[in-house]
T-cell receptor
Framework: DAGVTQSPTHLIKTRGQQVTLRCSPK?????VSWYQQALGQGPQFIFQ???????QRGNFPDRFSGHQFPNYSSELNVNALLLGDSALYLC????????????FGPGTRLTVL | EDQVTQSPEALRLQEGESSSLNCSYT??????LFWYRQDPGKGPEFLFT???AGEEKEKERLKATLTKKESFLHITAPKPEDSATYLC????????????FGAGTRLAVHP
């Protein structure tokens, strides 16, 4: 049973560029959440997708956007990258039967130069 | 403001030396409290969910407990492979499934 997968593993971008990160949820899961984790901090909630719609959003600017596809996979897009966007981006999935318990992927390490 | 505070920030133990990590929270309508383990550069690994005061969960050398204001993660006779950052998170009523995390406790167990 495959867990949550994310791609790419690492990414280096320069300020002002745009980036797309991808996530495939755990088998049987239909809800995907994205988190940003700065070094030495706990993950911060970006947004959550369910039934291809953004259901809730954290305190992140509109430069952060996402999408969920019919197969429940998801993308996180970040425009106009800033140095402060450098972080580990985590995707988590959960199921309708146990919506609160979220399982995380390995993350994508984004470095903005 | 909803907050989760973990203490200590870092903990160094000798192998076999038992201890406890603390997670205190100030949220309205706690729906669940979660413990995760995170190894460096990896995603958090789910450990436990606690829903009500008095509840306890165990897994190998770890035991999590919950009161109305805090949770403890007890580590009994730890081994070096228990070294990791332990994260606490909460979900509150009206917050859908948004996890609010603490900053974590970095645990180092030395042989």
């Amino acid at each position: 049973d495959a867990g949550v997968t994310q791609s790419p593993t690492h990414l280096i971008k320069t300020r002002g560029q745009q980036v797309t990160l991808r996530c495939s949820p755990k088998s049987g899961h239909d809800t995907v959440s994205w988190y940003q984790q700065a070094l030495g901090q706990g993950p911060q909630f970006i947004f959550q997708y369910y039934e291809e719609e953004e259901r809730q959003r954290g305190n992140f600017p509109d430069r952060f956007s996402g999408h969920q596809f019919p197969n429940y996979s998801s993308e996180l897009n970040v425009n106009a990258l800033l140095l402060g966007d450098s972080a580990l981006y985590l995707c988590a999935s959960s199921s309708r039967g146990s919506p609160d318990t979220q399982y995380f992927g390995p993350g994508t390490r984004l470095t903005v130069l | 403001e909803d907050q989760v505070t973990q203490s200590p920030e870092a903990l160094r133990l000798q192998e076999g030396e038992s201890s406890s990590l603390n997670c205190s929270y100030t949220v309205s309508g706690l729906r669940g409290l979660f413990w995760y383990r995170q190894d460096p550069g990896k995603g958090p690994e789910f450990l436990f969910t606690l829903y009500s005061a008095g509840e306890e969960k165990e897994k190998e050398r770890l035991k999590a407990t919950l009161t109305k204001k805090e949770s403890f993660l007890h580590i009994t006779a730890p081994k070096p492979e228990d070294s990791a950052t332990y994260l606490c998170a909460v979900v509150f009523s009206g917050g859908y499934n948004k996890l609010i995390f603490g900053a974590g406790t970095r645990l180092a167990v030395h042989p």
